[in-house]
Protein backbone atom coordinates (compact mmCIF):
# COMPACT_ATOMS: atom_id res chain seq x y z
CA UNK A 1 0.00 0.00 0.00
CA UNK A 2 2.69 2.64 0.80
CA UNK A 3 4.13 2.14 -2.84
CA UNK A 4 1.54 3.72 -3.54
CA UNK A 5 1.91 6.63 -2.77
CA UNK A 6 5.31 7.13 -2.79
CA UNK A 7 6.22 5.16 -5.86
CA UNK A 8 6.69 7.06 -9.37
CA UNK A 9 3.85 4.97 -10.80
CA UNK A 10 1.58 5.58 -7.71
CA UNK A 11 1.85 9.14 -7.65
CA UNK A 12 0.40 9.68 -11.30
CA UNK A 13 -2.01 7.13 -10.44
CA UNK A 14 -2.93 9.79 -7.64
CA UNK A 15 -2.71 12.58 -9.73
CA UNK A 16 -4.55 10.61 -12.18
CA UNK A 17 -7.29 10.24 -10.24
CA UNK A 18 -7.82 13.56 -8.71
CA UNK A 19 -7.23 15.14 -11.53
CA UNK A 20 -9.90 13.87 -13.32
CA UNK A 21 -12.22 14.38 -10.44
CA UNK A 22 -11.60 18.09 -10.37
CA UNK A 23 -12.23 18.20 -14.19
CA UNK A 24 -15.79 16.31 -13.84
CA UNK A 25 -16.87 19.12 -11.11
CA UNK A 26 -15.30 21.87 -13.43
CA UNK A 27 -17.80 20.78 -15.96
CA UNK A 28 -20.43 20.73 -13.99
CA UNK A 29 -19.42 24.65 -12.60
CA UNK A 30 -18.73 25.70 -15.95
CA UNK A 31 -21.93 24.28 -17.29
CA UNK A 32 -24.14 26.09 -14.61
CA UNK A 33 -21.88 29.52 -14.93
CA UNK A 34 -22.98 29.48 -18.66
CA UNK A 35 -26.90 29.38 -17.58
CA UNK A 36 -25.88 32.83 -17.02
CA UNK A 37 -25.58 33.72 -20.81
CA UNK A 38 -28.94 32.17 -21.09
CA UNK A 39 -30.63 34.54 -18.90
CA UNK A 40 -28.68 36.99 -20.73
CA UNK A 41 -30.19 36.28 -23.95
CA UNK A 42 -33.84 35.54 -22.52
CA UNK A 43 -34.44 37.95 -20.30
CA UNK A 44 -34.43 36.19 -17.08
CA UNK A 45 -31.30 37.62 -15.81
CA UNK A 46 -31.21 38.73 -12.21
CA UNK A 47 -34.37 37.13 -11.73
CA UNK A 48 -34.66 34.58 -8.96
CA UNK A 49 -34.29 30.44 -8.71
CA UNK A 50 -37.09 29.06 -11.00
CA UNK A 51 -37.26 31.96 -13.33
CA UNK A 52 -33.48 32.52 -13.52
CA UNK A 53 -31.45 29.83 -14.89
CA UNK A 54 -28.38 30.56 -13.10
CA UNK A 55 -29.91 31.52 -9.85
CA UNK A 56 -31.79 27.83 -10.28
CA UNK A 57 -28.14 26.53 -11.00
CA UNK A 58 -26.60 28.04 -7.46
CA UNK A 59 -29.40 27.28 -5.56
CA UNK A 60 -28.39 23.84 -6.54
CA UNK A 61 -25.09 24.28 -5.80
CA UNK A 62 -26.34 25.08 -2.37
CA UNK A 63 -27.48 22.00 -1.62
CA UNK A 64 -26.14 19.38 0.85
CA UNK A 65 -25.38 17.46 -1.35
CA UNK A 66 -22.63 20.18 -3.12
CA UNK A 67 -22.07 21.06 0.36
CA UNK A 68 -20.56 17.47 1.22
CA UNK A 69 -18.98 17.50 -1.93
CA UNK A 70 -17.06 20.91 -1.40
CA UNK A 71 -14.49 19.74 1.52
CA UNK A 72 -14.08 16.65 -0.57
CA UNK A 73 -13.10 18.84 -3.89
CA UNK A 74 -10.70 20.79 -1.74
CA UNK A 75 -9.05 17.73 -0.29
CA UNK A 76 -8.88 16.90 -4.42
CA UNK A 77 -7.08 20.06 -5.10
CA UNK A 78 -4.31 19.43 -1.83
CA UNK A 79 -3.44 16.31 -3.40
CA UNK A 80 -3.42 17.23 -6.85
CA UNK A 81 -1.17 20.15 -6.04
CA UNK A 82 0.90 18.20 -3.17
CA UNK A 83 1.94 15.17 -5.60
CA UNK A 84 2.59 17.66 -8.49
CA UNK A 85 4.95 19.46 -5.99
CA UNK A 86 6.64 15.74 -5.41
CA UNK A 87 6.35 14.54 -8.74
CA UNK A 88 8.25 17.97 -10.10
CA UNK A 89 10.93 17.94 -7.31
CA UNK A 90 11.37 14.08 -7.27
CA UNK A 91 12.13 14.37 -11.47
CA UNK A 92 14.38 17.33 -10.87
CA UNK A 93 16.27 15.57 -8.05
CA UNK A 94 16.54 12.53 -10.69
CA UNK A 95 18.11 14.33 -13.28
CA UNK A 96 20.83 16.80 -11.58
CA UNK A 97 22.80 18.88 -13.32
CA UNK A 98 21.47 17.38 -16.60
CA UNK A 99 18.22 19.19 -16.19
CA UNK A 100 19.50 22.24 -17.42
CA UNK A 101 20.76 20.92 -20.29
CA UNK A 102 18.75 20.76 -23.53
CA UNK A 103 16.28 17.89 -23.76
CA UNK A 104 15.49 16.50 -28.13
CA UNK A 105 12.32 14.69 -27.49
CA UNK A 106 11.38 15.29 -30.56
CA UNK A 107 7.86 17.16 -31.46
CA UNK A 108 5.23 14.88 -29.83
CA UNK A 109 5.79 16.30 -26.54
CA UNK A 110 3.90 19.93 -26.40
CA UNK A 111 4.66 23.13 -24.74
CA UNK A 112 2.34 22.52 -22.17
CA UNK A 113 3.38 19.01 -21.26
CA UNK A 114 7.07 20.97 -20.59
CA UNK A 115 5.38 23.50 -18.38
CA UNK A 116 2.22 21.53 -16.99
CA UNK A 117 3.87 22.34 -13.15
CA UNK A 118 4.10 26.32 -13.89
CA UNK A 119 0.63 26.36 -15.78
CA UNK A 120 -0.81 24.67 -12.52
CA UNK A 121 0.50 27.05 -10.20
CA UNK A 122 -0.91 30.14 -12.53
CA UNK A 123 -4.15 28.04 -12.12
CA UNK A 124 -3.95 27.99 -8.69
CA UNK A 125 -2.83 31.58 -8.05
CA UNK A 126 -5.64 32.92 -10.12
CA UNK A 127 -8.70 30.06 -8.32
CA UNK A 128 -8.01 31.96 -5.23
CA UNK A 129 -8.89 34.91 -6.62
CA UNK A 130 -11.69 33.69 -7.83
CA UNK A 131 -12.77 32.36 -5.14
CA UNK A 132 -12.21 35.39 -2.88
CA UNK A 133 -14.54 37.05 -5.70
CA UNK A 134 -17.62 34.22 -5.47
CA UNK A 135 -17.10 31.57 -2.67
CA UNK A 136 -15.95 34.05 0.24
CA UNK A 137 -19.07 35.91 -0.94
CA UNK A 138 -21.40 33.17 -1.15
CA UNK A 139 -21.34 29.62 0.53
CA UNK A 140 -18.63 30.86 3.39
CA UNK A 141 -21.06 33.64 4.10
CA UNK A 142 -23.52 30.88 4.61
CA UNK A 143 -21.31 28.24 6.55
CA UNK A 144 -19.37 30.48 8.86
CA UNK A 145 -21.95 33.31 9.16
CA UNK A 146 -24.91 31.96 9.48
CA UNK A 147 -26.41 34.39 6.60
CA UNK A 148 -28.29 33.33 4.06
CA UNK A 149 -27.78 34.38 0.66
CA UNK A 150 -29.87 34.72 -1.74
CA UNK A 151 -28.92 32.84 -5.51
CA UNK A 152 -29.39 35.87 -7.69
CA UNK A 153 -27.00 37.44 -5.43
CA UNK A 154 -24.76 35.87 -8.02
CA UNK A 155 -25.69 37.83 -10.74
CA UNK A 156 -24.40 40.86 -9.09
CA UNK A 157 -21.46 38.74 -8.78
CA UNK A 158 -20.83 38.55 -11.81
CA UNK A 159 -21.25 42.15 -12.84
CA UNK A 160 -19.01 43.41 -9.81
CA UNK A 161 -16.44 40.79 -10.69
CA UNK A 162 -16.29 40.88 -14.47
CA UNK A 163 -17.91 44.53 -14.90
CA UNK A 164 -13.98 45.44 -14.75
CA UNK A 165 -11.93 45.02 -18.03
CA UNK A 166 -8.78 44.42 -16.11
CA UNK A 167 -10.27 41.70 -14.15
CA UNK A 168 -12.41 40.53 -17.25
CA UNK A 169 -8.32 40.73 -18.74
CA UNK A 170 -6.91 38.57 -15.73
CA UNK A 171 -9.69 35.68 -15.97
CA UNK A 172 -9.31 35.28 -19.61
CA UNK A 173 -5.77 34.70 -18.70
CA UNK A 174 -6.41 32.24 -16.15
CA UNK A 175 -9.05 30.31 -18.69
CA UNK A 176 -6.45 30.30 -21.18
CA UNK A 177 -3.86 28.61 -18.60
CA UNK A 178 -6.35 26.37 -17.82
CA UNK A 179 -6.40 25.66 -21.46
CA UNK A 180 -3.07 24.25 -21.84
CA UNK A 181 -3.22 22.58 -18.15
CA UNK A 182 -6.24 20.26 -19.63
CA UNK A 183 -5.02 20.13 -22.96
CA UNK A 184 -1.98 17.61 -21.82
CA UNK A 185 -3.81 16.63 -18.20
CA UNK A 186 -7.17 14.89 -19.89
CA UNK A 187 -5.54 12.27 -21.99
CA UNK A 188 -2.35 12.21 -19.66
CA UNK A 189 -4.42 11.46 -16.86
CA UNK A 190 -6.23 8.36 -18.89
CA UNK A 191 -2.83 7.22 -19.89
CA UNK A 192 -1.78 6.80 -15.90
CA UNK A 193 -4.73 4.57 -15.76
CA UNK A 194 -4.16 2.55 -18.36
CA UNK A 195 -6.57 3.65 -20.85
CA UNK A 196 -4.14 4.79 -23.68
CA UNK A 197 -2.33 2.53 -26.10
CA UNK A 198 -1.26 3.36 -30.35
CA UNK A 199 -5.06 3.02 -31.53
CA UNK A 200 -6.25 5.42 -28.41
CA UNK A 201 -3.73 8.02 -28.15
CA UNK A 202 -3.98 10.20 -31.16
CA UNK A 203 -8.31 10.09 -30.23
CA UNK A 204 -8.07 10.80 -26.15
CA UNK A 205 -5.31 14.00 -27.07
CA UNK A 206 -7.83 15.24 -29.63
CA UNK A 207 -10.52 14.88 -26.98
CA UNK A 208 -8.83 16.26 -24.77
CA UNK A 209 -8.24 19.61 -26.88
CA UNK A 210 -12.21 19.50 -27.14
CA UNK A 211 -12.89 19.43 -23.91
CA UNK A 212 -10.48 21.89 -22.89
CA UNK A 213 -11.48 24.55 -25.84
CA UNK A 214 -15.50 23.70 -25.15
CA UNK A 215 -14.66 24.97 -20.90
CA UNK A 216 -12.67 27.88 -22.04
CA UNK A 217 -15.02 28.96 -24.63
CA UNK A 218 -18.08 28.35 -21.91
CA UNK A 219 -15.92 30.40 -19.02
CA UNK A 220 -14.70 33.07 -21.28
CA UNK A 221 -18.44 33.59 -23.21
CA UNK A 222 -19.91 33.56 -19.33
CA UNK A 223 -16.77 36.86 -18.19
CA UNK A 224 -17.61 38.46 -21.70
CA UNK A 225 -21.43 39.17 -21.23
CA UNK A 226 -21.16 39.65 -17.76
CA UNK A 227 -19.06 42.25 -18.74
CA UNK A 228 -21.38 43.61 -21.53
CA UNK A 229 -24.40 43.13 -18.92
CA UNK A 230 -22.54 45.54 -16.11
CA UNK A 231 -21.57 48.29 -18.70
CA UNK A 232 -24.95 47.66 -20.53
CA UNK A 233 -23.46 47.11 -23.82
CA UNK A 234 -26.20 45.21 -26.04
CA UNK A 235 -27.64 43.92 -22.85
CA UNK A 236 -30.05 46.02 -20.63
CA UNK A 237 -30.77 43.69 -17.57
CA UNK A 238 -27.60 44.96 -14.73
CA UNK A 239 -28.46 44.99 -11.48
CA UNK A 240 -26.17 46.87 -9.99
Keep these: MANIFTSSIGKKLIMSISGMFLIIFM????????????????????????EGWFASGCWFMATPVIDIMVPILALGFAVHI???????????????????????????????????FALGIIVLGLLCLHLSHFWAEMQYVEWFKGEHVAPEKAYYLLEKTFGNVWMLIIY???????????????????????????????????IGYALATLLFVMLTTTAVVAFMVANNICFNCSVL
Excluded at 86 to 115: C, D, F, I, M
Excluded at 172 to 199: D, E, K, P, R, Y
Aim: charged share 15%.
Design 27 to 50: LLHTTINFFSVIDAFKGTWGAPAG
Design 82 to 116: AYACWLTYSNRKARGPQRYEVAHKGKSESWASKNM
Design 172 to 206: IIWFTALWFHLTHGFWSALQSVGMSNTVWQKRLEV
